[in-house]
């Protein structure tokens, strides 16, 4: 497999369930990210991880609970999410230096998981 | 304030023409990056070309190409030839230290490519 790769590819769950999405790359990188892409809205940066360290929470939910158990795989375990949550859930890798060096490091995307919460 | 700003919702093309797809950003930062990424129907975003700020030349990658006019702030993607396979959304992203070295993207602009 190359790239990166995120199952399921869709997912339907009740407001009580607990699920679990599931991000791969086999890049070589040190950061992994999660992002949710809802209808008429830009791309929202949930999380970033950087060498398996959390480095970004941008105000998430503790509904949304993200787990990087290494740099080539990262998860977002669900909990008691609303139908408000129902998105395009995208995983996004690079290869992350800091300061201006950094700055051309273009994020591959996996196909992302179509979450519809009922 | 709106960091990128995407202008056209949708835009059509007839087959085999040029298209230019529009994109403006706000920034206080001098080194920064712009990248365009296209994503299709079935949710995966593609990389597509990368701008530094500082790049004297205007990027290009078959056939896209990246019109920057940093004194204006914009950075319009251009697709020569259009295809049938070009129908999707694109995304206008920046990259800054002042948005904490984080991709910050447009609201896209869905692309139809006409036969």
């Known amino acids: 497999e190359t790239g990166v790769t995120q199952t399921p590819r869709h997912l339907v769950m009740g407001m009580t369930n607990k699920k679990s999405l599931k991000c791969e790359q086999h890049?070589?990188?040190?950061?992994m990210y999660w992002y949710k892409q809802s209808a008429k809205k830009p791309l929202e940066l949930m999380f970033v991880?950087?060498?398996?360290?959390?480095?970004e929470n941008n105000s998430v939910p503790s509904r949304f609970s993200p787990e990087c158990p290494n740099s080539s795989h990262l998860f977002l375990h669900l909990h008691t999410l609303q139908p408000e949550d129902s998105a395009l859930y995208l995983c996004?890798?690079?290869?992350?230096?800091?300061?201006?060096?950094?700055?051309?490091?273009?994020?591959?995307f996996g196909p992302g998981t179509r979450l519809t919460v009922l | 304030a709106q960091k990128i700003t995407q202008t056209q919702p949708g835009m059509f093309v007839q087959e085999k023409e040029a298209v230019t797809l529009d994109c403006t950003y706000d920034t206080s930062d001098q080194s920064y990056g712009l990248f365009w990424y296209k994503q299709p129907s079935s949710g995966e975003m593609i990389f597509l070309i990368y701008q530094g700020s500082y790049d004297e030349q205007n990027a290009t990658e078959g056939r896209y190409s990246l019109n920057f006019q940093k004194a204006r702030k914009s950075a319009n993607l251009v697709i020569s030839a259009s295809q049938l396979g070009d129908s999707a959304m694109y995304f206008c992203a920046m990259r800054g230290m002042e948005y904490g070295n984080k991709l910050v993207f447009g609201a896209g602009t869905i692309l139809r490519v006409k036969s």
């Open positions: 991880y950087n060498f398996k360290e959390q480095t």
């Open positions: 996004a890798s690079s290869h992350l230096v800091p300061g201006l060096a950094g700055l051309y490091n273009e994020q591959f």
């Open positions: 890049l070589g990188h040190n950061a």
